[in-house]
């Protein structure tokens, strides 16, 4: 992965670090010939003691770029390439130089109603884009939506999204890695997953998720 004491994975140098999480990073980074600048996220994997729940990060990792390649809209972080060096997982996505919508709005401060009406259309078309595709993203919020200029979001961070058959109540609810999650509804009420059915999904993928997110950036809460 070191060469000439600059860092590489796969074709890509990384330049800065762009985020670290538990087990993942995202960096800036520039293909070594066409010097074209990308985001990598890498998985960390090995610092997972659990072999099952390694593999189950990894298959996460994996489906997560899998998902993101499926699709093909404005305002859905592109992915351009994937691969694995010395054990390594990682895979390269479109670079949103405005950092997340987390990183841009601080807290305590108003944004302009056009502003909001921007991001809301955008992260509504893109929630909507990816829900009559059979997918769920499942993790709205401000520090997965990124900026692409100021005007243009990219919804990013799809490592939690799982699919469901139009429909019907989703049975992947019952299958679910991770700790079953609680549904916010644009109403206000809060359902367990379980009795979540299709009706409120689009409630929620339309409406509820979008609120809660642009509620916590409008007001930074
Ligand atoms: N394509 C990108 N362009 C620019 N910045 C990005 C990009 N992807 C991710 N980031 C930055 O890295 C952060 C983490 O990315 P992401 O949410 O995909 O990773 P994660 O492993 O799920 O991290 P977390 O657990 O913090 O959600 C984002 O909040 C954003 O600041
Ligand atoms: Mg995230």
Redesign the pocket.
Known sequence: MMTNRRIQIGRYRLLNL?????????W?GEHVRLKKK??V?I?FSGEIQDIGEQHRTKRRFIR?AGTLAQFDYPYI?QVFDSGEVDGWLYFV????????L??RHRPGKRLPLSKVRVYTSQVGRAIHYVHVRGFIHR?I????I???TRNMV?L?????VITFVAGTIPGCFGNLEGPVRIWHLSNGRVLPARQVTSTHLQLWSLNGSQVIALFRVLTRK
């Open positions: 762009l985020s670290r999480s538990r087990y993942t990073a995202v800036l990308v985001a996220k998985l997560e972080v996505m479109e670079y949103a130089p405005y950092g997340s987390a990183r993790d919020k401000p520090q997965n990124f900026l692409k990219l990013g961070d799809f490592g939690l």
